[in-house]
């Protein structure tokens, strides 16, 4: 049988905490994404997010379906901000664009967390918002539809792929991601010529690029090869 839902104001616990807060998904959510932040994922558990709410560890499973729950709430919370910062213009490639930077820059607004959920299906309201705007902008511009779902999944994996990879630079230690900047100046740049012709004839370039995240041009990409598409279903109609 089928575990009966029940709305968070039926799990909501009515006491104070001992911090003098009443819990609910949207704190926990933002104390956990704090502490993501803190402490990184190794330092999330049932345990530190009670202590850190000043509730029992257990009260936390009033409100998710275990730490997995809270994972996947996390993940809705970060789509979910990229999409209530986003206003259509009614253009379909610039509002794409638009959205898939927001999504890319919530999830990189907290990179422990983007490790963590850029991967997962959360299925909850706001991913489910997300992916319908995406279908709508595709379909009123006009894409067919195996054309506008074989679009949304490029871009929506392409965003959520640049998430999670920019994500985990930002993630490392501060050690290891300054180390990892310096091998194309300390490395590449010093490589032979005679041996690494291309390398050494773009090291400059590769220099000031390779820092940077790629998903602004990988995006513009995506969408130019989306509208040379939509070009030639118009022009074969």
Sequence with gaps: MAKKVVPEEARRRRRPTRQGTVLSERLIVDTALRMLREHGSAGLSARRLGAALGADPSTLYRYFDGMDGLTLAIGEELIGRALDAFTATGDWRPDLRALGLGIHGAYLAHPQAAVL???????????????????????????????????????????????????????????????D?????????????????????????????????????????????????????????
């Design 181 to 237: 900047e310096r091998q194309w100046e300390s490395t590449y740049a010093r490589l032979p010529a005679e041996e690494y012709p291309h390398i050494a004839a773009t090291a400059g370039l590769l220099a000031a690029r390779m820092n940077r995240s790629a998903y602004p041009l990988a995006l513009d990409m995506l969408l130019a090869s989306a509208e040379a598409r939509l070009r030639g279903i118009s022009n074969s109609g």
């Design 117 to 179: 959920t850029a991967s997962r299906v959360t299925g909850r309201p706001r991913e489910i918002a997300t992916d319908e705007t995406v279908l709508g902008i595709l379909r009123t511009a006009g894409f067919p539809d195996p054309e506008a779902v074989a679009i949304y999944h490029a871009f929506i994996d392409q965003s959520l792929a640049f998430a999670a990879l920019d994500a985990g630079a930002l993630a490392l230690a501060e050690t290891s991601r300054s180390s």
